[in-house]
């Protein structure tokens, strides 16, 4: 690392998304002109000890604080956790996806949400992706909705998978939400399954038990590049997750040009509203009945529907997002 820099952007980087919207600021400041140095953050043997959000939280807030870092005109954390426990030591800007506020609630979440409002306060700026996190986060501290950039993906060729899905984490992501309604509306269709394998999904079910539904293929843990290839041949996303802090893989599979199948996942849902604008058929609590009515849309629908997420998508387009960093985020850091 150099001795000297304009941002210092401590990468917490715990999920793909994370890091890949670090990866995407870092660019766009750069893009703009100024130095961005990513400071990544390594959880160590620590890790063993996250099986709680309350000790997850206190390992990933403490190995943000011992990150090594360049000196800096401004230091941005890249989520609300990485600034928790920081040493106030100069200007600091915080960029999240969802704030302790939102998804730390109840008891297991007290130490966080109080921790966030002193470290939101001493901020120079805020940075949420979404507005939605902008609104829940505490404080009066300024703050840019900056959303992730999402890249236009090619959508020339087959549809060749009926619907496609992603439960790395089974819990989170409701995979048994999922599998009962593909149990429900899947007959003689085929749902691809990405992020977990076959075997370990079919225990994660079993103790909740659900059965396998016919018509599942498992892919696995699947590389970003491979699984954007994927996206792109299917006809319909399916998203179950109980909870959803942003959505960049259903933003992603919006671009890739396939049908998102949602139900209204709590938190700072961002593809939500863009769902329910797009076909507010295929958003519901009731999964499969959301599911049947994708996988009966014509070719000409879906064609359709592919038109009107284009422009829904024109706000998240890396021209759009780089706009935003230039005109308004800079400033907001005060390297204007």
Not at 6 to 28: C, E, H, I, N, Y
Not at 114 to 126: D, F
Not at 279 to 304: H, T
Request: charged share 20%.
């Amino acid at each position: 690392m150099p001795d000297f820099t304009d941002v210092a952007l401590v990468s917490l980087g715990t999920t793909p998304g994370l890091r890949r919207a670090d990866a995407a600021f870092a660019q766009q400041l750069r893009h703009a002109g100024l130095g961005c140095e990513v400071a990544p953050v390594q959880i160590g043997a620590a890790g063993a000890l996250r099986r709680n959000a309350a000790i997850t939280d206190l390992v990933e807030s403490l190995a943000a604080r011992r990150a090594p870092r360049p000196r800096a005109r401004i230091v941005v954390f890249s989520t609300v956790t990485a600034a928790l426990l920081q040493r106030r030591a100069g200007p600091y800007a915080v960029r999240f996806d969802s704030p302790a506020a939102l998804n730390r609630p109840g008891a297991s979440g007290v130490w966080q949400r109080r921790a966030e409002r002193r470290a939101l306060a001493g901020a120079r700026c805020l940075l949420p992706w979404s507005e939605g996190a902008s609104q829940a986060a505490p404080g009066t501290a300024p703050r840019v909705v900056l959303p992730v950039p999402i890249e236009p993906l090619p959508q020339t060729g087959s549809r060749d998978i009926d619907a496609l899905a992603y439960a790395g984490d089974p819990g989170k992501r409701g995979l048994d939400l999922l599998c009962r309604a593909w149990a429900q509306a899947g007959a003689g269709a085929r749902l691809r399954i990405g992020g977990i394998e076959r075997d370990r999904a079919l225990r994660w079910l079993g103790r909740r038990g659900v059965d396998e539904p016919a018509g599942v293929d498992w892919m696995g843990p699947v590389a970003h590049e491979a699984w954007l290839e994927t996206v792109q041949r299917a006809r319909l996303f399916v998203n179950a997750s109980r909870r959803e802090d942003y959505g960049i893989a259903q933003l992603e599979a919006l671009s890739a040009g396939a049908a998102l199948v949602t139900v209204p996942s709590a938190g700072p849902y961002e593809a939500l509203p863009l769902a329910r604008r797009l076909a507010p058929g295929l958003v519901a609590e009731d999964l499969g009945g959301a599911l049947a009515a994708g996988l009966r849309l014509a070719d000409s629908e879906l064609d359709g529907y592919r038109c009107a997420a284009a422009e829904e998508l024109v706000p998240y387009r890396p021209a759009a997002v780089q706009a935003l960093v230039s005109e308004r985020v800079i400033p907001a850091l005060g390297l204007a």
